[in-house]
């Protein structure tokens, strides 16, 4: 089992900065990959930003050259967003996942982020 408790969501004008952070606990030494996704209303959840316990990162297209996702140990991942633009608006959660026999995927309880035009 893994527990996921984000941090650093909020209002912020377009063009901004935030930055976001996600401490695990549990399993930590399970995870392979951490990473954040978002979602708003009507939606499917989409990725954001992923990194697997090697430091290889995955981005979204529409996030490339804007964001950043890092990982300092095996249990704290954080998501640098910079150029905010209103599109970015969206409640942000935090994923962990573990490969095995399954994929097991956990999730933090979100925070919302909001970029103001």
Do not use: H
């Not at 969501?9 to 030494?29: E, H, K, Y």
């Not at 990473?35 to 930003?49: C, D, F, T």
């Amino acid at each position: 089992q893994v527990q996921l408790v984000e941090s650093g969501g909020g209002l912020v004008q377009a063009g901004g900065s935030l930055r976001l952070s996600c401490a695990a606990s549990g399993s930590i030494f399970s995870i392979n990959a951490m990473g954040w996704y978002r979602q708003v209303p009507g939606k499917q959840r989409e990725l954001v930003a992923a990194i697997t316990s090697l430091g290889s990162t995955n981005y979204a297209d529409s996030v490339k050259g804007r964001f950043t996702i890092s990982r300092d140990n095996a249990k704290n991942v954080a998501l640098q967003m910079n150029s905010l633009k209103p599109e970015d608006t969206a409640v942000y959660y935090c994923n962990a996942r573990i490969y095995g026999a399954l994929i097991l995927d956990y999730w933090g309880q979100g925070t919302q982020v909001t970029v103001s035009s």
